[in-house]
């Protein structure tokens, strides 16, 4: 009987939150309430915690969609674009430039040409293939200047770019 009366005092404390400690060298007990951070509250911490995190990768991606207009080039995508059509340009020969489409041999022998194609600029070697350079574009138009090519991209937001392309083939060093 009096082991189940402490068990139930005991189990009684531990729910309740209070806490018993004997003093030493004393046989009484001394109660005080203890506020202290349950279970359940670690549980509730947690799973705010985690509604946070993933959360935070939703907010970011919205917050980077809206610095770039959804009808304008990205920039990293026209930097690419410009590195790929200088190196390609600079081994070329035999260029034939019409208004909205180039073409040039490779060293290879190939003919390989960009044109526009609906909105995008797509990339094509002998005929065959749709490799696509750049996307969301209005139009463009490719020049010859003295010593290489000058492209004029407009974006559908009607956003101008421009990038000149020489030609080495052919020059001695």
Known sequence: M???RKTT???????????TGAKPGKSAFMYSKSEGYTFPN????????ILIAAAFPLFLSFSLKLTVPAKDLRPFEWHL???????EFAEGRDFVIKPQEISFKNTNGQTVSYQKYA?????QVDGKGHE?????????????????????????????????????AGVGI
Do not use: D
């Open 119 to 123: 909105s995008l600029i797509r990339r």
């Open 2 to 4: 009096l082991y189940t």
């Open 132 to 168: 696509v350079i750049l996307q969301n574009i209005y139009s463009i138009s490719f020049l010859e200047v003295r010593g290489g090519t000058m492209l004029t991209v407009n974006s559908l937001a009607r956003k101008e770019y421009t990038a000149s392309f020489r030609s080495f």
């Open 81 to 87: 674009a410009v590195k790929q059509l200088q190196r």
């Open 42 to 49: 670690m549980l509730l911490s947690l799973l705010v915690f």
């Open 9 to 19: 005092i005991l189990k009684r404390l531990v729910f309740t939150g209070w806490t």
